[in-house]
């Protein structure tokens, strides 16, 4: 068997000897639980693995099966190779229409397991290499550092700034943390919602998408979370389904994750990301925390991955500057939005865009500005330099 690293994704205690067992001196074993599977992929880059290996048991079938395609989706040149207790004609099928490419009794000859690996190595594909590099990212994550950073408002207003930057692009924005009926601060544009989407995963396509989501705007559709819904833990895998196909459905991804559970959003789902933007108001104790967020968040997010600091509330006059604030945070402030009170709570009331309530208000030429920093018409983004 080639000496390189096989990723796998267990469970179970007794898999996790057999494997140790199995495949000793055979190259790295890296386990991991099927609850991180950011980690997973991450993983499947950092070590150049071409196997992963993902148990399947009959008690959480579902979660497994979800795993394998998550995996078979997000990085489709990758062989999964299911690992089974017993294995019969049905969980065969189900384990190759979830995207497994072999199927492995636990407690099977250790001899066959390493002959059935390296087989599978040596076939991996040529443009293996090629294909990881231009694995196609296209999130643009909206995260704050404070529950009172008001991450919904500049989203909605950013996703609308994207659409008329990118009159030709296909654009969805979405908010995690939406609640009574509102997407961002705007009326539920639609029944359809981020739960009711990762319920059945399997069936998102181009024609779901269009049916179920009106254009708000023209290019740009908004998804809503859903009252009390969760998607992070157990709802990962279908997550990463969701998004892995979204993402080659939509020129751009908006995806808001708020102020409270974003650090678990970024663990979750920071390998795709493209652009992250960390909000916050430029009170001190605010920005004293953006070294920390950014410290826990780093390991989780793909070496190319673009880290914007956002200013929201920012007042010229008032300390401390802006040069003061990149001085203390080590990030280039990429935008620095003023309160704008008057005209913010005019939008925020009307339930509309700022753009379309105040158009030529402070706020509205600065949220312009950013939008067009983003699709690189004006200036350029400094890669993150990390502090």
């Not at 492995?104 to 087989?119: C, I, N, Q």
């Not at 908004?222 to 020129?251: K, N, Q, T, V, Y």
């Not at 933007?277 to 967020?293: D, G, K, W, Y």
Request: hydrophobic content about 40%; proline content about 4%.
């Amino acid at each position: 068997m080639t000496e390189e690293s096989v990723l796998a994704v267990v469970e179970d205690s007794g898999t996790e000897v057999w494997l140790d067992n199995a495949l000793q001196g055979a190259g790295r074993i890296e386990k991991v639980s099927r609850t991180d599977l950011g980690r997973v992929l991450r993983l499947l880059e950092a070590t150049g693995a071409s196997v992963a290996l993902v148990e399947v048991s009959d008690r959480d079938t579902n979660q497994a099966m979800a795993a394998i395609t998550a995996l078979s989706n997000a990085r489709p040149w990758v062989t999964v190779v299911a690992l089974c207790r017993l294995v019969d004609q049905g969980i065969l099928l189900q384990c190759m229409r979830a995207g497994a490419r072999d199927c492995v009794a636990v407690g099977s000859d250790a001899a066959e397991l390493r002959d059935r690996l390296r087989r599978h190595q040596l076939v991996r594909p040529g443009h293996w290499n090629e294909e990881l590099q231009s694995q196609h990212r296209n999130l643009v994550l909206v995260a704050g550092v404070d529950c009172r950073v008001d991450t919904a408002f500049l989203a909605q207003n950013l996703s609308v700034a994207l659409s008329e930057a990118k009159p030709n692009a296909r654009i969805l924005a979405i908010d995690v943390v939406s609640q009574n009926e509102q997407i961002f601060h705007f009326d539920g544009q639609s029944s359809f919602d981020l739960s009711q989407l990762l319920s059945s995963p399997d069936t998102l396509d181009q024609t779901l998408i269009d049916n179920a989501l009106e254009e708000f705007r023209p290019g740009l559709r908004l998804l809503g979370s859903g009252d009390g819904a969760e998607f992070l833990g157990d709802r990962g895998a279908d997550l990463f389904i969701a998004l892995s196909r979204l993402m080659g459905m939509f020129d751009l991804i908006l995806l808001n994750v708020g102020s409270e559970q974003q650090s678990a959003w970024v663990k979750s789902i920071g390998v795709h990301v493209k652009d992250l933007l960390v909000v916050t108001n430029p009170e001190v104790i605010q920005l004293r925390s953006v070294r920390e967020h950014l410290g826990g968040w780093r390991p989780h997010l793909p070496s190319s991955c673009r880290v914007h600091l956002i200013l929201d509330g920012h007042e010229p006059a008032q300390p401390p500057s802006v040069d003061e604030i990149a001085e203390s945070t080590g990030l280039g402030v990429t935008a620095a939005l003023p309160m704008d009170w008057k005209h913010r709570l005019e939008a925020i009331n009307l339930g509309l865009p700022m753009q379309e309530s105040a158009a030529k208000s402070p706020y509205s030429k600065k949220i312009r500005a950013l939008a067009n920093v983003l699709v690189g018409q004006e200036g350029h983004s400094k890669k993150r330099k990390w502090p």
